[in-house]
């Protein structure tokens, strides 16, 4: 079958689309420190374990050296390294409730009794890095020591710990300009130590309060950034944060990019709070949106289905896609959204996902030449079903049409593969 009269067609098309992803990205600088090429992937305790410091009465799930050592053996033995997941993140509430006598932070000695560098330890020994939280202003969001003085002191610390990944707070900052520049200074602290540590901010979130923060700018001193609200374990905070995201995409989407993501939150799959489509929505979303994955789950009690949805390696390879541009909601219908993701060899990831909240599955049908900014199956393409289950769909024509179901709160997430045009 011929689908085009000559190769110069193909060669166009190619040409348009790498000058459609790529125009926006070349021009912004990225911090220059050769991480998070593309999105960080592992685990941090805040929204499973929070601020539980109650050691003798739950000692199983309080923040402890043995919860960490814990969640690194498992992440080891039950496939999550292999899956992608390396980093084990600590969260608030690690510090003692003052700083030593030098001025450095401490870990608290009961629950961390071989402190930080013991752990860290332990977590490289199993292949995996360790994260940290830290707070740009005078105290954490828990109340304890917060970095504000002391930046280039606590960068020393967690270089001289191991550290790998720092999350850094912005509560108990006394104003935008102060937020501003002790996110600029931790930055080039962290540099300055030599050791490669990635640099996770919360820096747009406590400026969106007040004025629109400057993603240019951010970007050259973060590796990630947190835009919006701390995520919970329940269905109404994921459709928030992407209401949030698809609302301001026309500002943060572009930004995005190797060496610095947008961070919607924490993935809060295999707790609680949601049901098994909406938790294909978070992955599936959160993989076209080019987010770091973090999960903040209890990898000792994991049900099967939710160890196998974040271990999907399909959907993991669309979130880490090496051409590192995020996606973005190409439309919003009556019951559905459609998002869509450029990938690269001319691929594409598109979510179909059902907006809807009583009834049955919705049929929805799509015609091919509106994704991919006209080009994802010019003049063909190989569609492929990722989730909820995996399914080949064949081969499919430009003029074709997509017809699938999606079941109430739940997302098909599709990979469309360009033929070669020869």
């Avoid at 190769?7 to 166009?12: E, I, K, P």
């Avoid at 912004?28 to 601020?51: Q, Y």
């Avoid at 393409?381 to 074709?400: A, E, H, N, V």
Wanted: glycine letters at 8%; one cysteine or more; hydrophobic letters at 40%.
């Amino acid at each position: 079958m011929k689908f085009c009269s000559s190769q110069r067609l193909g060669s166009v098309l190619a040409l348009f689309f790498f000058a459609l992803v790529f125009w926006d990205v070349l021009g912004v600088r990225a911090l220059d420190n050769g991480l998070a090429r593309t999105p960080t992937m592992g685990w941090l305790h805040w929204e499973r374990f929070m601020c539980n410091l109650d050691c003798q009465e739950e000692p199983d799930s309080c923040i402890s050296e043995q919860l960490f050592m814990q969640m690194a053996e498992l992440m080891v033995s039950d496939g999550w390294k292999d899956a992608g997941y390396e980093y084990v993140c600590i969260d608030d509430c690690w510090m003692a409730p003052q700083r030593d006598s030098k001025g450095r932070l401490q870990a608290d000695p009961q629950r961390f009794p071989g402190g930080i560098r013991r752990l860290a330890n332990y977590v490289h020994s199993k292949g995996l890095k360790l994260g940290i939280y830290a707070d740009v202003g005078n105290k954490t969001c828990a109340g304890f020591p917060g970095s504000f003085g002391y930046y280039d002191i606590d960068a020393k610390t967690f270089a001289d710990w191991g550290v790998d990944l720092l999350k850094f707070d912005g509560c108990h900052c006394d104003s935008i300009n102060l937020l501003a520049k002790g996110y600029k200074h931790m930055s080039l602290a962290l540099n300055k130590t030599g050791r490669s540590i990635v640099y996770s901010c919360e820096w747009p979130l406590y400026m969106w309060p007040l004025h629109q923060p400057n993603y240019k700018k951010i970007r050259q001193y973060c590796n990630h950034w947190r835009n919006f609200a701390d995520i919970y374990d329940s269905w109404e905070s994921i459709k928030l944060i992407l209401d949030w995201t698809a609302s301001n995409q026309d500002r943060i989407v572009n930004i995005a990019g190797p060496g610095g993501w947008n961070d919607p939150d924490m993935l809060v799959i295999g707790n609680f709070g949601l049901s098994w489509d909406q938790q294909v929505t978070q992955m599936a979303l959160w993989a076209i949106m080019a987010a770091p994955l973090f999960m903040s789950n209890d990898l000792r009690q994991i049900n099967p289905q939710a160890k196998a949805l974040l271990q999907n390696k399909d959907v993991i390879a669309v979130n880490q896609d090496p051409l590192g541009k995020q996606g973005y909601r190409l439309r919003k219908e009556k019951d559905i959204e459609v998002w869509e993701r450029p990938l690269s060899n001319l691929a594409w990831a598109v979510a179909l996902r059902n907006l809807k909240e009583i009834g049955g599955p919705l049929s929805y049908t799509t015609s091919l030449v509106s994704l991919g900014k006209g080009v994802a199956c010019n003049p063909g393409c190989f569609i492929t079903q990722l989730l909820p289950m995996k399914k080949d769909y064949g081969f499919y024509g430009w003029t074709s049409s997509f017809k699938t179901q999606i079941n109430p709160t739940g997302t098909v997430l599709l990979k469309l593969e360009a033929i070669s045009v020869n």
